[in-house]
């Protein structure tokens, strides 16, 4: 199955921008949908924003509607997170993660696959 590694976190300023990528390892993202998720210290894993295998749908959070983008290169087998006007209570751990099914989900129990996380902080 997939493996996903994620890279592009990092530190910024409010107002600023960061993109998050995932590549996915020894395999592809064909049939996979894939979500980003978030954890900040002491809450629980969010949903942030997600892309349906077939690329026809992308979804996202209320909280970052308008400023993240998820995007994805084929060819380099990574999914992308564009994050822009960052906020503090952006702040979290981000993950990527994905799963082989028909369905996007906003839960993240239902994905199986899970990158290690990249650290993203948004100073005021």
């Known amino acids: 199955q997939v493996q996903l590694v994620e890279s592009g976190g990092g530190l910024v300023q409010t107002g600023g921008s960061l993109k998050l990528a995932c590549a996915a390892a020894?395999?592809?993202?064909?049939?996979?949908?894939v979500a980003w998720f978030r954890q900040a210290p002491g809450k629980e894993r969010e949903f942030v924003a997600a892309?349906?295998?077939?690329?026809?749908?992308?979804y996202y959070a209320d909280s970052v509607k308008g400023r993240f983008t998820i995007s994805r290169d084929e060819q380099k087998n990574t999914v992308y997170l564009q994050m822009n006007n960052l906020k503090p209570e952006d702040t979290a751990v981000y993950y990527c993660?994905?799963?082989?099914?028909?369905?996007?989900?906003?839960?993240?129990?239902?994905?199986?696959?899970w990158g290690q996380g990249t650290q993203v902080t948004v100073s005021s």
């Open positions: 892309r349906h295998w077939s690329g026809g749908s992308t």
């Open positions: 020894e395999h592809t993202f064909t049939n996979y949908n």
């Open positions: 993660a994905a799963k082989r099914d028909l369905y996007v989900d906003t839960e993240a129990s239902l994905y199986a696959i």
